[in-house]
């Protein structure tokens, strides 16, 4: 198993540009997430994933959108980047939440800067 | 507000020395707490649960609720847990995690 795959590892934009950051798992894995980090504040939430088609906000959510066609993808668009989003980007996904915690099992991130 | 706070950026110590990585948490019910670690070029993965009460590669943590804290500790710190630390609190359903800033563990030697 590839585990969570992000692409791309490394990427520089420019004010106004957008892109799209890409996460999929290959566990079939119901929950999945997106977390940016930054020096001084840890990880913080974006935006998650209960299963195919429902997402929701997380507590950084402006900016950023989300959808989630498959269980496997969960990709992460910025429509018009600031130099506010740069951040490292890290998806993770889990087994289903509820009630008791599912250990969520992290990518390796994306480093993203906007210039 | 649901808040997790670790006091220490670096935390620098000598191999063979006693390690406490601390972690205070705000939270209005019964919490659930984590710690992950980050070693360099490698994921972010969990360390440990409080509800496991079970000690990974020499570390415990035991919530108290009393001081409201789920610190990190290891008798004899070793160069290999040089890393980022991660507490981290469960926030409602659905595996929403609140982490707090990390604290780096350097080992010398």
């Known amino acids: 198993n590839a585990g969570v795959t992000q692409t791309p590892k490394f990427q520089v934009l420019k004010t106004g540009q957008s892109m799209t950051l890409q996460c999929a798992q290959d566990m079939n894995h119901e929950y999945m997430s997106w977390y940016r980090q930054d020096p001084g504040m840890g990880l913080r939430l974006i935006h998650y994933s209960v299963g195919a088609g429902i997402t929701d906000q997380g507590e950084v959510p402006n900016g950023y959108n989300v959808s989630r066609s498959t269980t496997e993808d969960f990709p992460l668009r910025l429509l018009s980047a600031a130099p506010s989003q740069t951040s490292v980007y890290f998806c993770?996904?889990?087994?289903?939440?509820?009630?008791?915690?599912?250990?969520?099992?992290f990518g390796p991130g994306t480093r993203l800067t906007v210039l | 507000a649901q808040r997790v706070t670790q006091p220490e950026k670096l935390l620098s110590v000598f191999k063979g020395a006693p390690v406490e990585l601390k972690c205070n948490y705000s939270y209005s019910g019964s919490p659930e707490l984590f710690w992950y670690v980050q070693y360099s070029r490698q994921r972010l993965q969990l360390l440990l649960r409080h509800i496991s009460r079970e000690s990974i590669k020499g570390f415990t943590a035991d919530l108290n609720k009393g001081e409201t804290s789920f610190h990190l500790k290891k008798p004899f710190a070793q160069e290999e847990d040089s890393a980022m630390y991660y507490c981290?609190?469960?926030?409602?359903?659905?595996?929403?995690?609140?982490f707090g800033a990390g604290t780096r563990l350097a080992v010398h030697p």
């Open positions: 981290a609190l469960l926030s409602g359903g659905y595996n929403k995690l609140i």
């Open positions: 993770a996904s889990s087994l289903a939440g509820g009630r008791s915690y599912n250990e969520q099992f």
